[in-house]
């Protein structure tokens, strides 16, 4: 086990490595200028292009441009272009409301792709199936920001659900738990919107998980030993079939963080998807690397924990 | 009787080359079979006239049935009526007129951005697959490091930087999605370098690029098809995505996505803005997938009886 673990460690250096790589020359190698204000602007003199590019190490060849971000990166001295916040202070206040928005986001996926995909595979092959199949694809489908303005418009004319922000402004709540309960809404709809694709994506590995587990010969055995149906289909088969779940939240990461984008700018939820839109709206070149770089380890991280996970639950995975 | 004896005959003939079927024949019959395939192939068989006709049609300055771009500001706001059947936008443009116009970017961008990452995905994936070892580790870790990245945002920060335009964006989109078509081509390279028939042909002394090409590629190229199909509306979604951000196809040339974008603001006056647009960009998608799925189905080996 240990050694599989160290082995896992070794390959996600060498990852984090090529993604530091990758994060900064997708943003350094595309043409344009990095200055925060126009070319043609008269008040810039050269002393203070100069100065600008001295102070963002814009005069150094790009390999040691590379190492020097990457140093400030981790010395918590990397600096916004914009307003001049070290990175990782701007980063470090985002991240907490990131992280509920998409932890929240993911249990909803994990659990309602459950039941969906375990509901399929119950009636694989009939009209069930087929809905809950095509029903996935539904949820795929559609544009998340499309399907957010929908629940938009029929909360704002219909009810009086809070929508924008973490909670509302201007009210004092007297109790925390009002306070709570005010955040909870805030958080529900980005997040309910946000799972719809995981849901999608979740049920269908956990019916294609399902149905192979139901071909195996313990299934046979436990059948044919006269157990009823809905014990072998609920104890033995489901058990064996959750496992991929674990490798799932690896694999909604990416995709939850990515969409975030979108869902954070509509619901005005300052997460990190948001000040990374604004980063790229200001070309803030330091904070789209450190942003793209963040995401990525931690999406690593993840990863790397999943894998480790299913080493523990799977001996098997160990090996290879 | 005769009947009976030629029909009897006529079924033993008919079974016949079923068994000399090709895999490709096969998986097209199968394709043929399946409602929700023929259907959704329907719906994309349209989307794609409408795309191709409004195309051309732009191209030629032809405009249907308004001009997408005129504004008329007397015209506003106005809800879905007999003149402007999904009615008109906050410069009074007619909104049906601005997506069929949009549909051609949309559909450009889905089946472009899919050919540059099926390219770069297939000649990865099998030069990974084929020849294995240090090659493979090499290509195989910088796969996994690109899979980190959180994809929509590693491509709106490359299109936001380089420039929103159609040929960036398609390009952008290709480069950063071939990953999985690379995953998939080099598993099914490694299975098939395996076999008799190319050992066979290794043995004849067939040269590399004829045993990648013209043996081992044609019998990965079912679930290549699938993924193609299913890169399609995975690309559609993005474009709209961006041009929702205002970093797609830059205004006033409409595009699904920017429709809905300049249609925000009104929001709660003018759901037309929202809902229609939203609509095309959805069933588009879901066809795409559905009709991915149904190909997914007519290629598995396995559920030719049940």
Same mark, same amino acid.
């Given at each position: ?26 943003i ?67 991240l907490?409301a ?27 092959g ?15 489908a ?33 109790n925390s ?29 956990i ?15 436990a ?9 072998v289909?609920?104890?033995h ?13 690896g694999?909604?990461?990416?995709g ?29 070149y ?8 963040i ?9 790397l ?5 299913y ?10 | 009787?005769t ?75 106005l809800?879905?009526?007999a003149?402007? @059947?999904l !009615? $008109?936008?906050? &410069?009074? %443009?007619?909104?049906?007129?601005? +997506?069929?116009?949009g549909? #051609?970017?949309s ?14 995905g297939?000649?990865v994936?099998?030069?990974?697959g ?11 870790r910088?796969?996994d490091?690109i899979?980190?990245?959180?994809s ?12 929103p ?7 952008v989109?290709?480069?950063v999605? @071939?990953? !999985? $078509?690379a995953? &998939?081509? %080099?598993?099914?390279?490694?299975t +098939?370098?395996?076999?008799? #028939? ?16 013209r ?7 079912a679930?290549?098809?699938?993924t193609?199909v ?20 830059q ?19 003018? @759901?037309?803005?929202?809902v ?26 396995r559920?030719?009886?049940k």
């Amino acid at each position: 086990m240990l050694n599989f673990i160290i082995r896992r460690l070794a390959i996600s250096v060498v990852l984090a490595f090529l993604i530091s790589l990758i994060s900064f020359f997708i943003i350094t190698l595309t043409p344009g200028s990095p200055y925060p204000w126009g070319e043609l602007n008269p008040k810039i003199t050269p002393q203070v292009k100069e100065a600008f590019k001295k102070k963002f190490h814009l005069d150094r060849p790009l390999i040691e441009q590379y190492w020097l971000n990457m140093r400030d990166l981790f010395n918590g001295n990397l600096k916004s272009i914009k307003d001049d916040r070290p990175v990782l202070q701007k980063i470090g206040e985002r991240l907490p409301a990131t992280i509920s928005l998409n932890v929240l986001a993911a249990v909803i996926s994990l659990s309602f792709g459950l039941a969906l995909g375990v509901y399929a595979a119950k009636h694989a092959g009939k009209t069930p199936d087929l809905l809950t199949s095509i029903l996935a694809f539904i949820f795929i489908a559609m544009p998340g920001f499309w399907i957010s303005y929908l629940i938009v418009i029929g909360l704002v004319r219909f009810t009086d659900v809070p929508i924008l922000g973490t909670q509302s402004y201007g009210v004092i709540f007297t109790n925390s738990a009002s306070l709570w309960l005010d955040r909870f809404w805030h958080i529900a709809l980005p997040a309910v919107v946000l799972s719809i694709g995981g849901i999608a994506v979740q049920s269908r590995f956990i019916r294609a998980s399902m149905i192979e587990t139901l071909r195996e010969d313990y299934i046979r055995t436990a059948r044919a030993k006269g157990l009823e149906p809905d014990t072998v289909f609920f104890k033995h088969a489901l058990r064996n079939s959750i496992r991929p779940l674990i490798t799932g939240i690896g694999g909604l990461l990416p995709g939850l963080i990515g969409g975030s984008v979108i869902i954070e700018t509509i619901f005005a939820y300052p997460g990190l998807g948001r000040l990374g839109y604004e980063a790229v709206l200001e070309r803030d070149y330091p904070t789209l690397v450190a942003i793209n770089f963040i995401v990525a380890a931690l999406i690593l991280l993840g990863n790397l924990i999943s894998d480790v996970l299913y080493a523990v639950v799977d001996p098997r995975v160990r090996l290879e | 009787m005769t009947t009976t004896a030629s029909t009897a005959s006529s079924a033993e003939v008919a079974d016949l080359p079923l068994l000399l079927e090709s895999p490709g024949r096969r998986m097209w019959r199968r394709f043929l079979k399946n409602p929700v395939g023929v259907t959704s192939s329907i719906v994309i068989v349209l989307f794609f006239t409408v795309a191709l006709v409004m195309g051309i049609c732009s191209m030629l300055g032809i405009y249907f049935p308004y001009n997408p771009n005129t504004t008329e500001l007397t015209q506003k706001l106005l809800p879905p009526s007999a003149a402007h @059947w999904l !009615g $008109t936008d906050n &410069l009074g %443009r007619d909104v049906l007129s601005r +997506l069929l116009n949009g549909s #051609y970017i949309s559909l450009t961008v889905g089946f472009v951005a899919v050919a540059v990452s099926l390219f770069i995905g297939v000649t990865v994936g099998a030069i990974s697959g084929y020849f294995g070892g240090w090659i493979d580790n090499i290509i195989m870790r910088v796969v996994d490091a690109i899979l980190c990245f959180p994809s929509f945002f590693l491509i709106l920060t490359a299109v936001a930087l380089l420039g929103p335009n159609i040929m960036n964006i398609i390009v952008v989109i290709g480069l950063v999605s @071939w990953t !999985g $078509t690379a995953r &998939l081509v %080099r598993a099914e390279f490694l299975t +098939l370098r395996e076999t008799e #028939y190319v050992r066979a042909a290794k043995a004849l002394g067939i040269r590399t690029p004829g045993i990648i090409f013209r043996h081992i590629l044609p019998n990965a190229a079912a679930p290549i098809i699938v993924t193609a199909v299913v890169g399609i509306p995975d690309a559609i979604l993005t474009e709209a995505g961006l041009s929702f951000l205002g970093f797609g196809v830059q205004p006033p040339q409409a595009t699904w996505g920017n429709i809905i974008s300049d249609g925000k603001t009104y929001l709660l006056d003018a @759901w037309w803005l929202i809902v229609f647009p939203g609509m095309a960009i959805f069933i588009a998608a879901l066809a795409f997938y559905l009709a991915g799925d149904a190909l997914r189905q007519a290629a598995e080996s396995r559920s030719e009886r049940k």
